[in-house]
């Protein structure tokens, strides 16, 4: 029996991630558990989730850079432009791929409430850490990579498990 589409898609059309796999149609690792968002297990969601963001991190970190290099723009300037395309991009994918949900105005307002604090305790606890560490390259890079590793954890658990239940 197949299950009616998670996302808005056309009638008729199929989610090719639910095809196929063991006798109930779902991988191993699709198995529903308790309190899963839409969108599968949870590995296909981690890994989902990790494509989302380096495609989101390419847009952001593409985008700065021809603003910086091309257009000329300030660094602030061009960080905040590249900042709101990659976190928007990030949105569309998990909103429409990750955790496969329909649009909604709450999902959205809570995904820019979560993304505005995460950017704040990124931004906080990359401070606290070259405070700490100092400005060498590599304690820059392990502040950073700490930083951005928190926020993204935070980011998935609360979008996994509250955002995209929303309706």
Do not use: C
């Amino acid at each position: 029996m197949t299950e009616p589409p998670l996302v808005d898609e056309p009638a008729g059309v199929v989610d090719a991630s639910r095809e196929g796999g063991g006798e109930d149609g779902q991988h191993a690792e699709d198995a529903p558990d308790s309190g899963a968002a839409p969108g599968g297990g949870l590995v296909t969601q981690v890994f989902r989730f990790a494509v989302t963001g380096g495609l989101s991190a390419i847009v952001d970190f593409g985008l700065y850079l021809f603003l910086l290099k091309v257009v000329g723009l300030p660094t602030s300037a061009a960080k905040s432009i590249s900042f709101v395309a990659g976190t928007t991009t990030a949105y569309l994918l998990n909103r429409r791929w990750t955790f496969q949900a329909p649009p909604s105005r709450a999902r959205f307002l809570a995904v820019v409430a979560l993304y505005a604090t995460t950017f704040a305790v990124q931004v906080g606890i990359n401070q606290l850490l070259v405070n700490v560490l100092g400005e060498g390259g590599v304690q820059l890079t392990a502040a950073f990579v700490v930083a951005q590793g928190t926020a993204t954890v935070i980011n998935f658990v609360v979008q996994r498990l509250v955002i995209f239940k929303l309706r």
